[in-house]
């Protein structure tokens, strides 16, 4: 099993609407959680952490945590074209270990 | 403020051959951690150091070995390519445990 997880995709969402992005990860211990968001041939960017469960929202990006089910997720408002990209889930265990990464949905926003 | 900086953006060796990639931390940034991204992957820790030490390792053979300088800057090195050495090559710097952010990436391509 993998540590972290998320569907691959492409998840093809129309303009203007609700993207849902998720992720589940193994390691009921882990602390601090993550979503970067990739452009092709471009590093991955920061858009949201969250350590707590609830949600946590910031502009159009809500991210979402449950601890007991072991899933986090990512919410993407009234989405447009430039939020087309890969969106990589990421899971740290404590704040001063390695952060482990899943292997990325596809996100794209269709007109 | 400059962000993460590395060198070379690209570069192309052959099998055998041995390279070295460089990472300039985020102003006020004292930790910086090496990651491979595999196309298609999510990247995959490679080593953190911090105060000069590598502080984790992952699972990556000995022929990965890195360097910090007292300026924070970093090296990674790789030994005797293989062709599964062709990634981006990723650098992270954060302020001790806090948010790590990525510099633009090296991507190497081995022949």
């Known amino acids: 099993q993998k540590e972290v997880e998320q569907n691959s995709g492409p998840l093809s969402v129309p303009e203007g609407a609700i993207a849902s992005l998720n992720c589940t990860y193994s390691d009921r211990g882990s602390q601090s959680f993550f979503w970067y968001r990739q452009y092709s041939g471009k590093s991955p960017e920061l858009i949201m952490f969250i350590y707590s469960n609830g949600d946590k929202e910031d502009g159009r990006f809500t991210a979402q945590l449950n601890k007991a089910s072991q899933y986090v997720s990512l919410l993407i408002r009234d989405s447009q074209p430039s939020d087309s990209a890969t969106y990589l889930c990421a899971v740290q265990y404590s704040s001063a270990s390695k952060i482990i990464f899943g292997s990325g949905t596809r996100l794209s926003i269709r007109p | ?111």
């Open chain 2, 1 to 111: 403020d400059a962000g993460v900086t590395q060198s070379p953006t690209h570069l192309i060796k052959t099998r055998g051959q041995q390279v070295t990639l460089r990472c300039s931390p985020k102003s006020g940034h004292d930790t910086v951690s090496w990651y491979q991204q595999a196309l298609g992957q999510g990247p995959q820790f490679i080593f953190q150091y911090y105060e000069e030490e590598e502080r984790q390792r992952g699972n990556f053979p000995d022929r990965f070995s890195g360097h910090q300088f007292p300026n924070y800057s970093s090296e990674l090195n790789v030994n005797a390519l293989l062709l599964g050495d062709s990634a981006l090559y990723l650098c992270a710097s954060s302020f001790q445990e806090e948010t790590q952010y990525f510099g633009p990436g090296t991507r190497l391509l081995v022949l």
